[in-house]
């Protein structure tokens, strides 16, 4: 029951919110039945259920064109777990920045952990991958230096020369 109003309120806050315009959004489910939610499909050599979810709306924010082709060549992916205020700050700030990302819950994923153990030598999170170049834990400067490199705008950083 507990799953159902959360899925609900998520479902309203999507309506209501959308910051995925003309995105797709896709369900995994895997064979324990957790659900995950990313911005692009699992690798094919996964055992993932996946239901696919097309926005289309006029209003809202949109992720660039030109962010696409960066996540392109250089993804971003934030490995989080439930009821964690540093994966919470990660995933907001990612967000506001309009930085396209897939989050990996690896909470009670047993494949996900090993993945992440592989990565980064630990199963410490939020670990947060931009391309090739893996962090680990939230620190702001460090995680805007490696977006910047990787050339994700900051609209922030935008905002405050358009001031000047």
Aim: with cysteine; aromatic share 6%; net charge neutral.
């Amino acid at each position: 029951m507990r799953h159902i109003k959360i899925l609900l309120l998520l479902t309203g806050l999507l309506m209501v919110l959308n910051p995925a315009q003309g995105a797709r959004l896709y369900k995994w489910v895997d064979e324990d039945g957790a659900v995950s939610y990313h911005d692009r499909p699992p690798p094919d050599d996964t055992r993932y259920h996946v239901e696919e979810k097309n926005f289309q709306s006029s209003g809202g924010q949109n992720i660039s064109a030109e962010a696409r082709k960066i996540a392109a060549k250089y993804p971003v992916i934030l490995y989080t777990v439930p009821r964690c205020a540093s994966c919470d700050l990660a995933r907001a700030h990612l967000e506001k920045r309009k930085v396209p990302f897939t989050e990996k819950d690896v909470g009670g994923n047993r494949e996900l952990t090993v993945e992440l153990k592989a990565l980064s030598g630990s199963v410490s999170v939020p670990t947060i991958t931009v391309g090739e170049k893996v962090i680990t834990g939230f620190t702001k400067t460090w995680l805007d230096s490696e977006l910047n490199q990787a050339g994700y705008k900051d609209p922030g950083a935008e905002k405050e020369e358009a001031e000047q």
